[in-house]
DNA sequence: GCCGTTTTCGGCCCGACTGTTTTCAGTCG
């Protein structure tokens, strides 16, 4: 092997001597792609270039991967909104043999150094490509150099102010660059938005931004809130002084920005009141759904922004002109989609993939947007521990713990006996399990137990009991917990195994990831969901904040495939029930409806869809 | 690099803030 061969594709001894080029898969060329477009932007290329390639990876990510492979079969990607002649050449290429020479020469002239000085805040292209040129820094610990020795100071374009900056944003980064789960972030902004809201200046005040738009993980917070700009002094400095703020990184006459001792930043923005609605929604985002707003509003004559919809033409910027009077008005969001053409579009749904399109034929009256899940649909979860495995409750503290919260019915799926870590339970200790299962609900006072388990998929596909133990039980969960690195086919064979097998009820988190800590298992997820698909078997949505697996992302188009999802918090405790809070927003976010998940049906519809399994 | 009811070139969404400047470039969202 060539180290030239090396940078591209992946090399793979095809036998007998010959080295064969593999091509790559939809997610991998969807990772090139955004490659491409930060490494193009490193080069200070034109920055709707890079953004072609940027929105071509997420075209992919997004993509069904039947619909992917299809496409590159017929040659119809081309068809696709974005992906232009360059694109579909250089994605068939890489699908082809994995290759790029295109992406090679680009990478073999940028240091992994370099991309990583992108993560410095305030560095941008312009600034790495003096710093590069001028300086000759090519890493962050080069930079951190040149900035103690004062040589940074003395750029143009840079200064005092920039080089101690960047010097706190080097000590920062470990700490400061990630991104936060939605839950810890959502614990964060709640009572700040309360307070907010219970300020006398304040009329109204939201949390924006990617919490908003339940996205898994969280960057920073939004707050937006509506008030006099007389009062905005009074708010900025009730935000500021927040016991939490560890640093005040800018603050303006409309905006101040504050981290927080865990790291989190968080930007408040305040508004007049008849602006609210336009900055809600501009800064909900996502950017990819705004740029499509704007679009829409530029082909009806209009300019949107978070100041107002105002006509595109005449004199002035679009600030000036909302400030003249000439935005139209919107008291909600659903107004300013209204004006639009477009039915309201939930903010889960704002990520520019094709939401605006189905909003436009919702508010034409064809097809409708879905009515989707809600928190108060759930009557129930089926996969949840005790004190049996390695839960921190007992049977009857986790029923009454969901009886609480007005469920009709809780699943009781601990670990089985491979498991080990989990005190999983072996064959006699399962027997007694599902006796007291039995027991408790012959004496009622509750909500109804299912006696499930969550069984082990052994390395080969196996399942952890025998059919004669699982026949006792009401469902079987079967989940992946050991031989994690097993190579995608036989992650892939092993869990297709588990699905074909006729006890088995739904798969547990299927990629095995935990957010910000550990990567999924290789998987091609695509022919576990045909599996799944085929055989009736229901694939879980874990609601655990660290899960949120299977990804959102996937969700839309196997519900369309009619694959059946179930929310379940695999709670430790009772607190844990509380999960399914996270997991239904991620479901929304999914485009699921109450119609694709099975815990929103009651006792009996649940033990139906079961039976006709069998 | 993409795109077209201003169509094959010349645009491409819009504004705030910072720091370095003295009218603006760069970064960020």
């Known amino acids: 092997m060539t180290e030239g061969a090396e940078i591209g594709g992946r090399e793979v001894d ?38 072609a390639y940027q929105s071509g990876a997420r075209a ?58 992108l993560e410095v ?46 010097l706190e944003g080097l000590a920062n980064r470990a700490a400061y660059g990630k991104r936060h789960r939605w839950w810890d972030a959502r614990a964060v902004a709640e009572p700040i938005v309360e307070g907010l809201r219970g300020l006398a200046q304040v009329r109204r005040a939201e949390a924006a931004g990617s919490l908003r738009r339940n996205l898994e993980t969280v960057g920073d917070l939004d707050f937006i809130v509506a008030a006099r700009a007389e009062d905005a002094a009074a708010v900025t400095e009730w935000f500021c002084a927040l016991p939490e703020v560890k640093e005040v990184t800018a603050r303006g006459g409309t905006k ?40 829409r509003a530029l082909a009806r004559g209009l300019s949107l922004s978070e100041w107002g919809l105002v006509p ?30 477009l ?13 605006i399109e189905v909003a436009e034929t919702a508010a034409g009256g064809g097809v409708a947007l879905p009515r989707l899940v809600e928190l108060a649909d759930l009557r129930g979860a089926f996969h949840n521990h005790t004190t049996e495995s390695d839960g921190k409750a007992s049977l009857l503290e986790m ?8 469920w009709e019915y809780l699943g009781i799926a601990d670990h089985s006996k491979s498991s080990v870590q989990a005190r999983g339970l072996d064959e006699a200790r399962l ?59 036989e992650m892939t064979a092993r869990i297709v195994r588990a699905v074909e097998h006729p006890r088995v009820t739904m798969l547990g988190h299927a990629t095995g990831r935990l957010l910000l800590r550990r990567e999924a298992y290789k998987v091609d997820l695509a022919r576990v969901i045909d599996a799944a698909i085929a055989n009736r078997v229901i694939i879980e949505l874990n609601a655990h904040p660290s899960r949120l697996d299977l990804d959102w992302r996937l969700w839309r188009r196997a519900a369309e495939r009619r694959l059946m999802c179930a929310l379940n918090p695999d709670a430790h405790n009772t607190a844990g029930l509380r999960h399914v809070e996270a997991g239904v927003r991620v479901a929304r976010k999914g485009w699921l409806t109450a119609e694709n998940v099975l815990n929103t049906r009651d006792r009996a519809g649940v033990e139906r869809w079961w039976s006709e399994r069998r």
């Not at 909302?322 to 300013?336: H, P, T």
């Not at 039915?343 to 939401?355: C, K, M, N, S, W």
């Not at 082990?456 to 025998?466: A, E, S, V």
Request: aromatic share 6%.
């Open 14 to 51: 095809a036998g007998r001597g010959v080295v064969a080029l593999e091509g790559m898969n939809k997610n991998e060329i969807a990772e090139r792609l955004e490659e491409i477009g930060t490494l193009l932007e490193l080069q200070g290329e034109n920055p709707f270039k890079t953004r």
């Open 60 to 117: 992919l990510e997004a993509m069904d991967a039947d619909e992917f492979a299809a496409r590159m079969a017929a040659g119809t990607l081309g068809e696709l909104k974005g992906f232009g002649e360059a694109l579909v050449d250089k994605v068939g290429k890489l699908h082809a043999t994995g290759r790029l020479e295109f992406y090679d020469k680009l990478r073999a002239q940028i240091p992994d150094g370099v991309i990583a000085l």
């Open 121 to 166: 805040p305030g560095l941008g292209p312009k600034k790495i490509k003096a710093l590069r040129e001028q300086l000759g820094v090519e890493s962050p610990e080069a930079l951190g150099e040149a900035c103690r020795a004062g040589r940074v100071a003395e750029l143009a374009g840079f200064g005092e102010k920039t080089q101690v900056k960047i």
């Open 256 to 295: 101040a920005s504050v981290r927080f001792a865990s790291g989190l930043q968080a930007d408040l923005r305040i508004v007049p009141e008849e602006q609210f609605a336009f900055a809600l929604h501009h800064f909900t985002g996502s950017k990819d759904h705004n740029v499509a707003m704007r679009q």
């Open 312 to 341: 595109d033409a005449g004199e002035g910027t679009a600030k000036e002109k909302a400030e003249r009077g000439l935005s139209l008005r919107a008291e909600s969001e659903a107004e300013l989609f209204a004006h639009l053409g």
């Open 343 to 355: 039915a309201f579009v939930p903010p889960e749904l704002r990520e520019g993939l094709g939401e």
């Open 399 to 406: 029923r009454a713990a969901a009886t609480a919260l007005g």
């Open 431 to 489: 027997a007694s399990q599902v006796a007291a299962i039995r027991a408790a609900n012959a004496a009622g006072g509750g909500a109804w137990l299912f006696a499930g388990t969550e069984c082990d998929i052994l390395p080969d596909g196996r399942l952890d009991f025998d059919d004669g133990v699982l026949a006792t039980l009401d469902y079987v969960v079967a989940s992946v917990h050991s031989a994690f690195t097993q190579s995608e086919d």
